[in-house]
């Protein structure tokens, strides 16, 4: 499968963006889906997962409250809708498919199968 991210930007702390992940292929549902971040000079992280049916989601302790996972099985696309941003939110966001037959949280870089390029997320003080 092919990811393709979109929707970064710029913006100011309190505000909101949302980012886009549409995915190639016609097993869509059939993947797990996450999003991680990586910042300058830091390691990726995990922000949030999506299971494939959608029914269940996990959150990093950072982004809870303030960040939405969801998709969108009919149009191949998962989203994270982030509203309340800080400018520790400030990084290059990158979606990943887990092909595993059972959604276990996703939280791990390595769960992950086919990862997106990545599209970058600038929140100014």
């Known amino acids: 499968v092919q990811l393709q991210a979109s929707g970064g930007g710029l913006v100011q702390a309190g505000g909101s963006l949302r980012l886009s992940c549409a995915a190639s292929?016609?097993?869509?549902?059939?993947?797990?889906m996450g999003w991680f971040r990586q910042a300058p000079g830091k390691e990726r992280e995990f922000v949030a997962s999506?299971?494939?049916?959608?029914?269940?989601?996990t959150y990093a302790d950072s982004v809870k409250g303030r960040f939405t996972i969801s998709r969108d099985n009919a149009k191949n696309t998962v989203f994270l809708q982030m509203n309340s941003l800080k400018p520790e939110d400030t990084a290059v966001y990158y979606c990943?498919?887990?092909?595993?037959?059972?959604?276990?949280?996703?939280?791990?870089?390595?769960?992950?199968?086919?990862w997106g390029q990545g599209t970058r997320v600038t929140v100014s003080s």
């Open positions: 990943a498919a887990d092909k595993a037959p059972y959604y276990t949280g996703g939280t791990y870089l390595s769960n992950y199968d086919y």
């Open positions: 292929g016609r097993t869509f549902s059939s993947y797990h």
């Open positions: 999506i299971s494939g049916n959608g029914y269940i989601t």
